[in-house]
């Protein structure tokens, strides 16, 4: 077990470099222009963030202990669907919520 300073200097030092983080973009450079390079790469950030945030809940969901679940899997085909058709991620999202309401309901 982890004791109770480990856990207070990991929680410090994680706020702390989490601070920093956003100091660089925020304060240090919050004024200037960037690159066309950096800027070029920031653009792709939410792309990857959004899936690897998902992916772990539709394979290893924890509200079915960890097993994957072949409606979440259905619904994230589906949410991906409507996002490729429609070219808009808020209208997939909605979609893929409702979906899987609609499936829960209907398939417990």
């Not at 909605?94 to 499936?103: C, M, T």
Request: charged share 10%; with cysteine; aromatic share 10%.
């Amino acid at each position: 077990m982890i004791t109770h300073w480990d856990a207070w200097i990991t929680i410090i030092l994680l706020g702390l470099g989490s601070f920093c983080l956003r100091f660089i973009f925020l304060g240090a450079v919050g004024g200037r222009e960037l690159p066309e390079w950096v800027l070029r790469h920031l653009r792709y950030t939410p792309v990857a963030i959004l899936p690897a945030m998902v992916a772990p809940l539709v394979v290893w969901p924890q509200a079915t202990g960890g097993e994957t679940d072949p409606l979440r899997l259905v619904v994230a085909l589906a949410t991906l669907a409507i996002g490729y058709l429609t070219k808009n991620s808020i209208l997939a999202m909605i979609g893929g919520g409702l979906i899987i309401v609609g499936g829960l309901q209907i398939f417990g």
